[in-house]
Nanobody
């Protein structure tokens, strides 16, 4: 049974940095895509970033390009999201997800989800 557990969220000020972690367990993730999504109150779930577990190719949503970096540590079975130059609009519940669909930004392509970690950016 796949488990994804996010951590590292919190309350920070604009321009600060934060690193989120996603501890993955329950299977080997070779051939899988690991993604980060976020959802603000009243808004749809938004694609943030994704990484191919095997090859390490990365993908980013337009709103975070140049500020966020996704990475993974195969030995620790953990995916990270380094968030720099945070802005108020980055506020939301951040989810980690895994899947095998090729449509990277589409949340429907991901089969397993964590419960999320809250990130709040104040001005």
């Amino acid at each position: 049974q796949v488990q994804l557990v996010e951590s590292g969220g919190g309350l920070v000020q604009a321009v600060d940095s934060l690193r989120l972690s996603c501890a993955a367990s329950g299977r080997t993730f070779g051939g899988y895509v690991m993604g980060w999504f976020r959802q603000a109150p009243g808004k749809e779930r938004e694609f943030v970033a994704a990484i191919f577990w095997t090859g390490g190719n990365t993908f980013y949503g337009d709103s975070v390009k140049g500020r966020f970096t996704i990475s993974r540590d195969k030995a620790k079975n953990t995916v990270y999201l380094q968030m720099n130059s945070l802005i108020v609009e980055d506020t939301g519940l951040y989810y980690c997800a895994s899947g095998r669909d090729s449509n990277i930004p589409n949340p429907r392509g991901y089969t397993n989800w964590g419960l999320g970690t809250q990130v709040t950016v104040s001005s």
